[in-house]
């Protein structure tokens, strides 16, 4: 089981490191969630389904979250802001997206050794607010908090 979930994660990884195709892009739509739950679906769900969605809530937080101040849209290039796209800011970016991936891999590795210890009901908890912070974060600064 565990040699299966270190496979899939590396998977994961491997196509989330292709979403960043775009240099001047912050972040693409397919690193986000595209289903939220809720607790009663997540109650019905087996440990292993549970871990997956968690990793892939903790991979959008830590691919947005840093450009919160900037936009929270997928797709939003430099220019879209007002941002020279020269080659320092490139290669910013760049260097960003590289340590990013990195991050989340160590995450992912973290996640898919310790999380399976948890009890059920946190790792639903868990789910269930980082969902809330995906949401809030969609919203933006003129949702409604």
Do not use: C
């Amino acid at each position: 089981m565990k040699i299966f979930n270190t496979i899939l994660f590396t998977i994961f990884i491997l196509n989330f490191s292709n979403a960043q195709v775009r240099k001047n892009v912050f972040f693409e739509q397919n690193a986000l969630v595209n289903k939220f739950h809720t607790i009663d679906e997540l109650e019905n769900l087996k440990k292993g389904e549970l871990i997956k969605l968690y990793a892939d809530r903790v991979r959008e937080i830590t691919t947005v979250i840093p450009y919160l101040a900037l936009t929270n849209e997928a797709g939003v290039t430099l220019s879209d802001i007002g941002i020279k796209e020269d080659s320092d800011h490139l290669k910013s970016l760049d260097k960003h997206h590289t340590s990013t991936i990195d991050a989340i891999s160590s995450t992912t590795d973290l996640i898919s050794e310790f999380i399976p210890y948890a009890d059920t009901e946190k790792i639903v908890w868990a789910i269930l607010y980082f969902e809330e912070v995906i949401k809030k974060t969609r919203i933006g600064a003129n949702g409604n908090f």
